[in-house]
C-alpha cells in the first residue's frame, strides 16, 4: 500500500517593525515593515500553486499579516492560534538586544546560551514554548493527514517544532541546537504515515530575491 504523507512548511514571518529596529519580538505585537509586506507578497505568489489544505498562523500581527496574502490568493482563512507564538521573553520584551544585554545580564545569557529549561523572568522557557506550539502542531497534522499545511510562525517557534519533527528534542539531555530562520524563510518537512520524516528544505529564501 502506498504511504500517506503530510506536508507541513513552516515560514517565518516577514520583517516587522521590531526586527528593522532590533527589538526583542516576544509577545509583542509589532506589525510588518514596508519590506515585510513585499516580503509576504512575494512568499504568498511562491507558495499559491502548492495546493495547501490549510494555513495555520500565531496570532501575533507580524504573522497573520504575512499569511493573509496567500490566503487571499487560495481562499484558504488564517487560523490564528497563540500556540504558534513566538517564545515569551519576558522583561526582555520590546529592548533592543544590546539593553536586554546591559538591563538583564542573566536573562540574556540564558536566552544565548539556548538553555532550553531556563524560564526567563516574566516569560518562559523553551521548554514552555516546545509543549505549547507541538500539542497544537500534532493536533493539526492529525486532522490534515495526507494534505499540505502551511504555518506561519517565529524563528524561535520554527526552531521548536522542526526539531521536535525531526525527533531531535526527545533526549533526556538536549545539546543547544539551533535552526534560524530568516525572514519569510520555508522550512519543508514530509512526514510519511510510517514514521519516516524527510527534511526538504531549511530557511529556504530563494523566492525573496526580488525584494
Same mark, same amino acid.
Not at 544565548?112 to 531556563?118: A, C, I, K, T, Y
Not at 526567563?120 to 505549547?132: A, I, K, M, P
Not at 526538504?200 to 525584494?211: E, M, Y
Given at each position: 500500500m502506498p504511504h500517506s504523507t503530510t506536508h507541513v512548511l513552516l515560514i517565518r514571518h516577514g520583517q516587522s517593525e521590531g526586527n528593522a529596529a532590533r527589538l526583542f519580538g516576544g509577545h509583542t505585537a509589532t506589525p510588518l515593515s514596508p519590506r515585510g509586506r513585499r516580503?509576504?507578497? &512575494?512568499? %504568498?505568489? %511562491?507558495?499559491? $500553486?502548492?495546493?495547501?489544505? %490549510?494555513? *495555520? $498562523? $500565531? !496570532?501575533?500581527?507580524? =504573522? +497573520?499579516?504575512? &499569511?493573509q496574502p496567500l490566503a487571499n490568493l487560495t481562499g #484558504?482563512? +488564517?487560523? =490564528?492560534?497563540? &500556540?504558534? /507564538?513566538?517564545r515569551s521573553v519576558g522583561v526582555m520584551e520590546g529592548l533592543t538586544f544590546e %539593553?536586554?544585554?546591559?538591563q538583564h545580564p542573566e536573562q540574556y545569557a540564558a536566552?544565548?546560551? /539556548? !538553555?532550553?529549561?531556563?524560564?526567563?523572568?516574566?516569560?518562559? $522557557? *523553551? /521548554?514552555?514554548?516546545? !509543549?505549547?506550539? +507541538?500539542?497544537? #502542531?500534532d493536533e493539526i497534522i492529525a486532522e490534515n493527514q495526507g494534505g499540505k499545511i502551511a504555518v506561519f510562525s517565529h524563528t524561535g517557534t520554527i526552531c521548536i517544532l522542526a526539531l521536535h519533527l525531526m525527533g531531535a528534542l526527545d533526549a533526556p539531555e538536549l545539546k543547544p541546537v539551533w535552526i534560524s530562520s530568516a525572514n519569510c524563510g520555508v522550512t519543508r518537512i514530509? #512526514?510519511?504515515d510510517d514514521g519516516f520524516v524527510r527534511v526538504?528544505? +531549511?530557511? !529556504?529564501? /530563494?523566492?525573496?530575491?526580488?525584494?
Open positions: 516580503q509576504a507578497q &512575494a512568499t %504568498a505568489r %511562491a507558495l499559491q $500553486s502548492e495546493e495547501l489544505t %490549510a494555513i *495555520y $498562523s $500565531s !496570532d501575533l500581527t507580524r =504573522a +497573520v499579516e504575512t &499569511a #484558504l482563512t +488564517v487560523n =490564528a492560534t497563540t &500556540a504558534f /507564538r513566538e %539593553a536586554a544585554a546591559q536566552l544565548l546560551q /539556548r !538553555d532550553f529549561e531556563h524560564v526567563l523572568t516574566g516569560g518562559e $522557557s *523553551y /521548554r514552555q514554548l516546545l !509543549d505549547r506550539a +507541538v500539542q497544537k #502542531l514530509e #512526514l510519511r526538504l528544505n +531549511v530557511n !529556504d529564501t /530563494r523566492h525573496l530575491s526580488g525584494t
